[in-house]
């Protein structure tokens, strides 16, 4: 397997999803304090803790080629199709007004991230 900026794009970008999602799913009201997001209450950190297995697989999805790189274009198209989702949703919602602008920098991360999988995969760095 040869390494090029996309892969190595996949796999960072993964690593730092499987992070965030173990985060979210030991310690929700730490993670919202970094990203300086407003905090919830208690109650709600369940969601953020199943969030956190969200974001985790994600990132898993961007890792595990490294262990079958046959899967590395599979799991680009994936990541990126869930990185769109998500920015597009964050940024409905924040638009909405049903989330505080915070939530902007995640959106904007997903959109980045998946623009630039786009663009490696379109030059052949997945195949």
């Known amino acids: 397997m040869s390494w090029n900026a996309g892969r190595l794009l996949l796999t960072g970008?993964?690593?730092?999803?499987?992070?965030?999602?173990?985060?979210?799913v030991t310690a929700p009201a730490w993670v919202f304090a970094?990203?300086?997001?407003?905090?919830?209450?208690?109650?709600?950190?369940?969601?953020?803790?199943?969030?956190?297995?969200?974001?985790?697989?994600?990132?898993?999805?961007g890792v595990w080629p490294n262990f079958a790189?046959?899967?590395?274009?599979?799991?680009a198209e994936i990541t990126t199709v869930?990185?769109?989702?998500?920015?597009?949703?964050?940024?409905?919602?924040?638009?909405?007004n049903a989330l505080p602008s915070a939530w902007l920098l995640v959106?904007?991360?997903?959109?980045?991230?998946a623009l630039a999988q786009l663009a490696f995969r379109a030059r052949g760095d997945y195949a």
């Open 107 to 113: 959106g904007t991360f997903d959109a980045i991230v």
């Open 82 to 96: 869930a990185r769109l989702a998500v920015a597009g949703f964050l940024a409905v919602a924040v638009c909405g």
């Open 34 to 61: 970094v990203l300086r997001l407003p905090a919830l209450p208690e109650e709600s950190w369940i969601l953020m803790r199943w969030l956190g297995v969200f974001v985790g697989c994600v990132g898993f999805a």
């Open 69 to 75: 790189p046959a899967r590395h274009a599979a799991a």
């Open 13 to 24: 970008s993964g690593i730092c999803d499987l992070a965030t999602g173990a985060a979210l």
